[in-house]
């Protein structure tokens, strides 16, 4: 399949709650949208950059750049058989993975929209349905997040994740434990700490956490290795596994017990399958994170999950936790066992509301092949 004609938007849906995290604070979701297209078939890829490089390097505008600029021309020259070619293809470009991911996404749903299959048959997953976690952020007070944990403890959810930072960890921690002792329990520091903080971090030991997700520098690896060397807790790296060779060398020299796969923080559907592998291969478990992704991202993440070693419960939750509107029909629900179905339908399988698409779009742009 050859594409014809790409087009990106910038959209902005607010979210139903502000979610704060170590980094930030947002109260809307701003991102791209891509749909690509080959012989009147399209397919649509949501990236997970945001409107600020807070969590990644990556933004909006970057994405927009390095795919008007860069990673478009390379796909039209490309004469696609499987969408496993396109990651290669696009090599020339070094990083930028979040916008090589979305323009990848795209192709995969295109693809299998084309096959008449769901995603998850052409990744090689299975039908059914997949676990859910959730992440809650930062809260104003104690109180406040004991609230939130009893109500997503309460609607099923198979663990609760929550967002610390340096004042704002053991204490919570205690406190959720004290009332909820079997409660499956983690928490996400996303790089608010150092190799100083490690007595601080082993007292999170007490409290029989599932793991610490990347307390230390985003692009870190070798300092986690010394921080898993004093914790029992297990460490699980986000934003430090940009790639499967970072992933090998994160297990080979110690520095994680269980990874965090983002398609859009790796380059995409087949990068995340390789990181998949590997992990498989050596018998460490894999979830799948989440970006507060519309929909459609949410969906990707949900076939993706499909896959044999995602063997934990990842941040894929209920569109409602985050949009009053989501842009897909249905929108993802979670059962009050804590799963989510697994769509049947060809490509990502809800129907994408092109009314309420248009409706959050405040920027669009569209590239054709040979123009
Ligand atoms: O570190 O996993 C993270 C949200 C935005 C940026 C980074 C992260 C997160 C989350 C929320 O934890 C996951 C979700 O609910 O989509
Ligand atoms: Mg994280």
Known sequence: ?????????????PLVAPFETSFARVDRKEFLLLTVSADGISGFGECVADADPYYLPETNETVLHVLRDFLAPLAFALEIGDPREVFPALAR????NMAKACLEMAIWDLAS????????????????????????????????LLEKVEREHAAGYQRV???????????????????????PLMVDANSAYTLVDADHLAALDAFDLTMIEQPLGFDDIVDHA????????AVCLDESIV??????????????????????RVGGIAQSIAIHDLCAARGVPVWCGGMLESGIGRLANVHLQTLPGFSM????????????????DPPVVVTKRGTIAVPESPGLGHAILGARVDRATVFKEEWRRGA
Request: with cysteine; glycine share 10%; proline share 4%.
């Open 1 to 13: 399949m050859i594409l014809d004609r790409i087009e990106v938007r910038r959209l902005e849906l």
């Open 93 to 96: 470009v070094r990083g930028h």
């Open 113 to 144: 929209r084309r096959a008449g299959v769901p995603l998850h048959r052409v990744i090689g997953g299975r039908g059914g349905e997949i676990a859910s976690g959730v992440s809650i952020g930062l809260q104003e007070s104690e109180a406040a």
């Open 161 to 183: 994740k929550i967002k610390i930072k340096p004042g704002k960890d053991l204490k919570l921690v205690a406190a959720i434990r004290a009332r909820y002792p079997k409660l």
């Open 226 to 233: 010394t921080l898993q060397r004093r914790l029992r807790t």
């Open 243 to 264: 790639s499967p060779a970072a992933a090998r060398h994160a297990l080979d020299i110690g520095a994680c017990r269980i990874i965090n796969i983002k398609a859009g």
């Open 313 to 328: 419960p990842g941040d894929t939750a209920a569109s409602a936790r985050y949009f009053a509107e989501d842009l897909v």
